[in-house]
């Protein structure tokens, strides 16, 4: 048969019922396979190319429902392992909560939990290298979103050598203050009296 007898209506009364019903079938498959595929998220689905409108033959709405069905088992695939994937971090993060001596240093962002925004759970020493040394680790929660981008168009312009002198002048300031305290609080050797 060519495509232009599969397009249009048989002349037989019962070849056209049956080319009908076969066209209103595939064409009730294909808008069942557009809605489930509605269903799953968008970033599982890859986009098809548009087509122009025109009257599909039996063939190419057959190759359209092939399509849709092979693009809808792809997106519920990658929904699937996206979906064990959270799962599995969801299981780190439990893990991590109940024994963080036994999770030193692991890290699990809040991406791969499936949650928006930005920031991770880490596994720390309390109290840094005291708890380090003592085994006190805990489990925080990091927001690690970046800072805001300072706006360097409003800030004073910088002035090396002036901070530098200030610099220098707190320093012989506390320098001074140590030396005072030797000398008059405490039997400091090189003293005379």
Not at 18 to 35: M, N, P, T, V
Not at 151 to 169: A, F, G, Q, S, Y
Request: proline residues 6%; contains cysteine.
């Amino acid at each position: 048969m060519t495509v232009e007898t599969l397009t249009r209506i048989p002349e037989s009364p019962q070849l056209a019922l049956d080319f009908l019903s076969a066209r209103r079938a595939l064409r009730g498959q294909i808008a069942k396979l557009e809605q489930r595929l509605a269903a799953v998220p968008p970033q599982h689905v890859t986009a098809r190319p548009g087509h122009q409108p025109a009257m599909l033959s039996l063939g190419e709405l057959e190759r359209v429902r092939d399509g849709l069905l092979a693009t809808l088992q792809a997106a519920q695939e990658a929904a699937a392992q996206e979906a064990a994937g959270h799962a599995a971090a969801r299981a780190r993060v439990e893990a991590m909560l109940a024994d963080p001596a036994a999770h030193r240093w692991e890290r699990v962002r809040r991406a791969d939990l499936g949650e928006t925004g930005c920031g991770d759970y880490r596994v720390r020493p309390r109290l840094g290298l005291l708890g380090m040394l003592a085994g006190w680790w805990e489990v925080k929660l990091s927001s690690g979103c970046p800072l805001a981008m300072i706006d360097r168009r409003n800030r004073r312009p910088e002035n090396p050598v002036l901070e530098t002198l200030i610099t220098l002048l707190v320093i012989a300031v506390l320098l001074g203050t140590v030396v005072v305290f030797l000398f008059v609080y405490h039997d400091f050797p090189l003293r005379t009296s």
